[in-house]
Every structure is written in structure tokens, then in C-alpha cells.
């Protein structure tokens, strides 16, 4: 069985599974990511990656609500209804629970956010060590981001977007990441 991300849509988030390959493992290295994904074909929501991620494209005969598929090879796809392809794709991982998904969605355009599972209790790839994989250090103690505004700019490094924002200082402080979510203010 892959690894397990959420998928965060608005106050909805859905557990899914990743396929075992080379596509999902590229995928799961650029999570957290918060990404606008656009309406197409009232049956699908798309979104350009920052990068190219490997791709093996096959044609399956049919599409299943909460495949998320990668299209040539930086266009990320999440299906929310079933139906019959002619098209080409790349298989990342499948919603564990679609319920509900069309309905998050909704018609337009939708702020969507994929990150890797947080299992209390589990160290494997998610949680700490997922973030320490990542090269994010979680902070022992919450602190208030605004503790790096002292920094001079050039010492502090956005990592991240929306709710997931990462900082990284370039010179030694005494954490090296603080995830904005740790954080007691906003």
C-alpha cells in the first residue's frame, strides 16, 4: 500500500492513497502544496505543478471519482465524477472516500491544499519524520512568526503558501522551520 496525503478543500479534507510509483513518490516531495485548481468538463479540477514530475502515461478505459492523476507531466488532476477516457494519464493516488468531494469542490475555481498524512502515534514517513525527510524541522515550542521580523529579510526564506507557511533562516537561530500552523498567533 502507498503513502497516505490529505487533501484539504476549504474546511472538507480527504484522506487519499498514493499508486506505488516514481509519479507519486516526485508528487509527495513537493507536499505541502497549496495550489488554485481550475474547472474543466464539469468533471475534473486541474492545476499546473511548479515543476515536471516523472511521468508513465496510460489510457485507462474509465476515470473513478477521487482519482488524482497526473496529466503529461506537470498538470495535476483530481476527478470528481466517474466516466469513460479516451485520454491519456499518469496514476498518483485515489481518494480513500469521495463522498462529498464534487459537492467541496464546487463549480469554479478552488483553493486546494495536499499534504502528507499526520498519523498521531505513527513515526514513518509522516509526521515528524515526513517533515524531517522533507528538510522542515518542526519547532518543540509554539512560537509567533512574528519572532523573525527582527531578521534581517535575507536570513529568512518562505518555504511554503497559504495556512502552510514555512520559514527557514539561513544563519543560526534556534529552530531552522516553523510551520505558521504551530504558531499561537496568526
Known sequence: MGNRITIRIGDKVFAATLSDNATAVAFEKLLPLSITMAELNGNEKF??????????????????????????????????????????????????????????????????????????????????????????????????ERQFLPLRTEAVQRIGGGPDRYYRCSRSVSISAVRAADCCFR
Open 47 to 144: 492545476a499546473r505543478l511548479p515543476g515536471t514530475v516523472p511521468a508513465r502515461a496510460t489510457t485507462p478505459s474509465s476515470i473513478q471519482t477521487g482519482d488524482l492523476m497526473l496529466y503529461g507531466s506537470n498538470t495535476l488532476v483530481l476527478f470528481y465524477k466517474s466516466f469513460p477516457t479516451t485520454y491519456s494519464y499518469t496514476k498518483i493516488g485515489q481518494l480513500d472516500n469521495p463522498a462529498g468531494l464534487e459537492a467541496a469542490l464546487g463549480s469554479g475555481n478552488v483553493a486546494v491544499t495536499f499534504d502528507v498524512r499526520r498519523e498521531s502515534g505513527s513515526p514513518g514517513r509522516s509526521g515528524r519524520a515526513g517533515d524531517l525527510a522533507r528538510g522542515h524541522q518542526r519547532p518543540r515550542h509554539r512560537l509567533d
